[in-house]
């Protein structure tokens, strides 16, 4: 990755040791869950790091979630 996105990943809070091949962040999740903060949390990363824009294809690579069952429709 660009330097700059590892800046940006990093302004955001993630570790910037990829040496376990990753970047992380760890942070308390409250009862109830703040989803939109998450969302936010990603969806920052996304646009300032990986320069991810409105109506950009992004191919997502989750090994442990559930298969979806629909299509994600973007609302709004």
């Not at 996304?46 to 824009?53: G, M, N, V």
């Amino acid at each position: 990755m660009p330097a700059s996105a590892i800046a940006a990943l990093a302004r955001l809070g993630f570790s910037t040791d990829d040496s376990e091949g990753n970047f992380r962040i760890g942070f308390e999740v409250k009862e109830p869950p703040d989803f939109n903060a998450v969302a936010d949390l990603i969806l920052q990363a996304l646009h300032d790091a990986f320069e991810a824009r409105a109506g950009a294809t992004l191919l997502i690579e989750a090994p442990l979630a559930p298969r979806p069952t629909g299509k994600c429709v973007p609302v709004g």
